[in-house]
C-alpha cells in the first residue's frame, strides 16, 4: 500500500493542501508510516484538469490511498477509475499518515 497525502510543503510536518488538485506537493509513505518520496505537483498552476492530471500521476506511482482536502467530483472520479481510495482530512500530513496506517 502507498499512501500519498496533498501537502503545502516538503515536510511531514505540513499542513495538508485543502485544494488537493492543486496541492503544491504530494507526500508519498508506505503502510508503516515511512516517507518514500516527495512529489512536486506539476498541476497546481494553470488551466482545467489538474485533478484528473494528478490523479493520472499518482496512480502512475502505485499510489493505492490518498487524502487531502477538497476533491472535485472529477478527481473522485478519476482516482476511482484507477482503484485509489480517497479521504477528505484537515490537519497535518504526520497525523493523516498516523490515521490510515
Not at 4 to 27: C, H, N, Y
Not at 82 to 89: D, L, V, Y
Request: net charge neutral.
Amino acid at each position: 500500500m502507498k499512501i500519498a497525502v496533498a501537502a503545502l510543503t516538503k515536510e511531514e510536518s505540513s499542513p495538508i493542501s485543502d485544494q488537493v488538485g492543486r496541492s503544491p506537493f504530494f507526500l508519498i509513505f508506505d503502510e508503516q508510516g515511512t516517507m518514500l518520496e516527495v512529489l512536486k505537483n506539476p498541476f497546481s498552476k494553470g488551466g482545467g484538469g489538474a485533478g484528473f492530471g494528478a490523479a493520472k500521476m499518482l496512480a502512475d506511482k502505485g499510489v493505492t490511498v490518498l487524502a487531502g482536502g477538497k476533491m472535485g467530483s472529477n478527481m473522485i472520479g478519476a482516482l476511482k477509475e484507477r482503484g485509489i481510495r480517497s479521504h477528505e482530512m484537515s490537519g497535518l500530513v504526520k497525523e493523516a499518515v498516523e490515521i490510515l496506517c
